[in-house]
Every structure is written in C-alpha cells, then in structure tokens.
C-alpha cells in the first residue's frame, strides 16, 4: 500500500527531473527517493522513458508525402463541373415562393389572393398560348421558307437532268439492267 | 515564406505553398498519428485525412490564431474521433499483437532496438488519449509546457501534472512487466 508521502512525492518527480522545484522541495524528494526503493525504481524508469520517448520521432514516408502532396489535384478531380451559378439561399427563395403559390393556388385559404393567383395563372397562360401560336406561325413560315428555297433548287435540278441529251442510249434498247 | 503567406498562397491553389506546407507540418502530423495509435498504416490514412481536412478547411482559419495550433487542433480531434469510433477495434488489435509477442519470443527481436520502440508505442496507446497527445508533444515533438498549454488553452500547470500522470503511468506499466 501506497503512503501519503509517495504520492506526494510522485507528484513531482516529473518537476524533480526538470530542476523545476525549489531547493527545498528537491532536498525533501532527494531524501524520500534515498529511503524509498519504489519511488526510485519509478524515477529511474522515467529518466529511462523520457530518452527514448525521443527515438520514437520519425520521417515521413516518401510515399505518404507523394499522397499529401497530390491531395490539391486529388480533389480538385473529385469536384463536379459546376455548370451554371445557382447559389443555395436563390434556390431556397425559389422553391419557397413556389411552394406558396401552389397553396394559395390549390387551397382557398386566402379568397382574394386565391383568385389573384388564378388571374395571374390564367394570364400566364393566355401569354403561353399567344407565344405558341406566334412560334407556331414562325415555325410555319420557316418552314414554307425552307421548303420555297428547296423546293425550287431541286426544281433547277430537275429541268437541268431533262436539258441533258441521254448519256446511254444501249441502257434503253436493252431495257435497263434486268433486261 | 510566413505561415499566413504560405497559407494566403495555398487558399488561391498554390501548389508550391501547398507542397511548402506538407514540408513544414507534415512530420509533426505524422508523429502524432503514429504514436497515438501505434500502427504506421493507420497513421498513414489519419495523417492523409487530416491534411485533408486541412485543405477542405482552408477558409475557415482566422489569422489571429496560430496557424501550428489550427493544425494541432484538427489533428487532436481527428485522432480522438478516429479513436472513439473505432475503439474496439484497435483495442482488439493491439491485445492480439500482445498476445502473439508473447506467444513468439524472438531473440534476435529482443536485441533489436526496432521492437523496444513498438513496445512503448503500444504502451503509449493505452493511456487516455488526451495524456498521449500531450506526452507526444512534450517528450517526443519537444514542445514547451507553455506551447502545449497555449495548444490545449489549459493553464501550463495542468500540462505539467498531466505530463507527470502519463510518465508515472508508463513507467508503471514496464515496471509490472519486469
């Protein structure tokens, strides 16, 4: 069993070793440890520890500092292409003020700003459906463009292979290739 | 180079303050991974995880701190997390290589310098985790009592006293074994 006195005295062995206590308090350690084989088998074996606690630093290995040093293009790999800049808080708002319109819109909670929300709707709509009919009449008159233009380039085409004299009259008279 | 400039220089992706970085704390990271766990694989992935942890975190260092207790900070509680959550596995692993070392005495191990340092890396691993880390910095990275204190933000006399409990603890332990 332990005495007070040990533990007191354990208590500043690290301090002893040190030269971190007063003259005093080292002549009293001193005098503990002369007397007291288990206080300094204790404080031999720190001495002991304390040395080659020092050997136990060591150099990084080569292959660990190859790895560290490639962790900036490691994950610069890893990182999606960010296509468009779409900060969160905007995205939030977004769907927040979605979200609000569908109530208002499904729900009649708030007669008024339900119908001002059907309004708004029906007028979105209405704009839809006038920009699809004006896209509709440009797509119409693209394509009637397109088919005008194409239209009278195979025409040329066609009165230019009706100009040309027949290049082999025997293809006729034997009646094409399958006779 | 300064700590601030290399790090100024790392945050707008500056290979060469990053490699200067790796440089400077590297060694210390990597010190205090192995012996806190006392297995150099592990310590090689811990050591790779804090450094990228570091870099995923470059923003947030505010200069007023240290930038060497930033890094001894992330290292700290990387490896007491690591620690907690795979506790029972490393326990489990450093019994068994207990048991084998028993079980398989070599003598030409024995005279091997090589196998005392493993020996009390194993013994460091099985104090408390904060008692190993300041034992790593006072008596392995040789820090001050008043940088480890200014690391832990403890007053300097609790890292002396908890100094003393690690050494007594070890010295405990190799004591029982003779």
Redesign the interface.
């Known amino acids: 069993m332990m005495s007070k006195k040990c533990r007191d005295i354990?208590?500043?062995?690290?301090?002893y070793l040190e030269n971190?206590l007063l003259k005093e308090e080292s002549e009293n350690v001193s005098i503990h440890l002369d007397g007291c084989s288990a206080c300094l088998?204790?404080k031999e074996?720190?001495e002991e520890?304390?040395l080659?606690?020092?050997?136990?630093?060591?150099?990084?290995?080569f292959f660990?500092?190859n790895?560290?040093?490639n962790?900036?293009d490691m994950?610069e790999k890893k990182k999606p292409a960010r296509l468009l800049f779409f900060p969160k808080w905007l995205a939030a708002a977004v769907g927040t003020i979605i979200l609000f319109l569908n109530l208002f819109y499904f729900t009649n909670i708030f007669p008024p700003v339900n119908r001002e929300v059907h309004s708004l709707v029906s007028s979105i709509e209405k704009f839809f459906v006038k920009t699809g009919g004006w896209f509709e009449k440009v797509k119409e008159s693209k394509e009637l463009l397109f088919f005008t233009f194409f239209n009278k380039k195979s025409l040329e085409l066609k009165e230019d292979k009706a100009s040309q004299p027949i290049a082999n009259e025997k293809d006729f008279v034997k009646g094409g290739r399958n006779g | 180079m300064e700590a601030t400039e290399i790090l100024a220089r790392c945050k707008n992706g500056d290979h060469e303050a990053w490699n200067m970085m790796i440089n400077s704390y590297s060694k210390s990271v990597y010190n205090i991974a192995l012996n806190f766990f006392a297995e150099r694989d592990i310590a090689q992935d811990v050591t790779q995880e804090i450094f990228i942890k570091i870099y995923h975190n470059l923003d947030k260092f505010r200069e007023e701190k240290s930038f060497s207790s930033w890094v001894f900070t992330i290292s700290r509680n990387y490896c007491i997390d690591y620690w907690r959550k795979n506790k029972k596995y490393l326990v489990n692993t450093q019994e068994l290589d207990e048991k084998i070392s028993v079980g398989k005495p070599s003598p030409e191990e024995n005279l091997l310098n090589e196998s005392e340092i493993e020996k009390l890396r194993k013994t460091i691993s099985q104090l408390e985790p904060e008692l190993r880390l300041i034992l790593i910095l006072r008596d392995i990275q040789d820090l001050s009592y008043q940088e480890i204190a200014k690391k832990f933000s403890v007053p300097e006399g609790t890292v002396k006293s908890r100094i003393n409990r690690a050494r007594l603890k070890l010295a405990e332990a190799f004591l029982r074994e003779e």
């Open positions: 354990e208590s500043l062995l690290s301090a971190d088998a204790k074996k720190i520890i304390i080659k606690l020092s050997d136990l630093q060591e150099e990084v290995p660990l500092k790895r560290l040093l962790i900036p994950i």
